[in-house]
């Protein structure tokens, strides 16, 4: 079973930031958080991830709490192509293995 | 430099028959993961491959088999196909698992079993 949880859906206007959070209680020492987002029928796009610092790229920002249990991936100017299921995953230590939820499903309105 | 390529994209093929998708990385990368996804179920582990070993095997049924060859390409096999395998199958690949590396996945091939 996933480790994180997330909303089920979000809504954002087009050009603002759109924050999308998750929460990863479970999380330890030597796991990371990863962002992907999937749009329909393609493979998942990656986005970001970190560890314990906060870490930004062109695409995106990611925010994680100082105690590493939650985290905020911050698009900073939400598109219309941004709309997409954002997927927040917790690595298990010494794997590629990505064990998926339902992510957020989220909609950049015009 | 090229992505994670996946072929075929699509295929169809009948009841009982068996399949084999193959997963190019990105030049570099060592480790080959596979995953299935379908409406009901959602994105699946499948299995991890790192220099030619498995590393990890998901829940999945024995008909589910997969390999890594030593140029790190890798390829998965279902046989005995049944109409749930009907599944967008991604491949993803990074230089090495569990280091906190990028992991790029593929468009993915979609087998609709009839």
């Known amino acids: 079973d996933a480790k994180t949880t997330q909303p089920p859906s979000m809504d954002c206007a087009e050009g603002r930031a759109a924050n999308l959070p998750c929460n990863h209680s479970t999380i330890s020492g030597n796991e990371y958080v990863y962002w992907y987002r999937q749009i329909h029928s393609q493979g998942p796009q990656y986005i970001i991830h970190g560890l314990k610092n906060n870490e930004t790229n062109e695409m995106a920002s990611l925010i994680i709490t100082e105690d590493r249990k939650s985290s905020t991936l911050i698009l900073p100017h939400a598109t219309l192509r941004d709309t997409a299921v954002y997927y927040c995953?917790?690595?298990?230590?010494?794997?590629?293995?990505?064990?998926f939820g339902k992510g957020t499903k989220l909609t950049v309105n015009p | 430099k090229a992505g994670v390529t996946q072929t075929p994209r699509y295929l169809i093929k009948t009841r009982g028959q068996q399949v084999t998708l193959s997963c190019s990385p990105i030049?570099?990368?060592?480790?080959v993961s596979w995953y299935q996804q379908t409406p009901g179920q959602g994105l699946q582990f499948l299995f991890e491959y790192f220099s030619e070993t498995q590393r990890n095997k998901g829940n999945f049924p024995g008909r589910f088999s997969g390999r890594q060859f030593s140029n790190s390409r890798s390829e998965m096999n279902v046989s005995t196909l049944e109409l749930g395998d009907s599944a967008l199958y991604l491949c993803a690949s990074s230089l090495s698992p569990g280091a906190g590396n990028t992991i790029y996945f593929g468009e993915g091939s979609w087998l609709t079993v009839v």
């Open positions: 030049s570099g990368h060592r480790s």
């Open positions: 995953i917790q690595t298990q230590g010494g794997s590629e293995k990505l064990v």
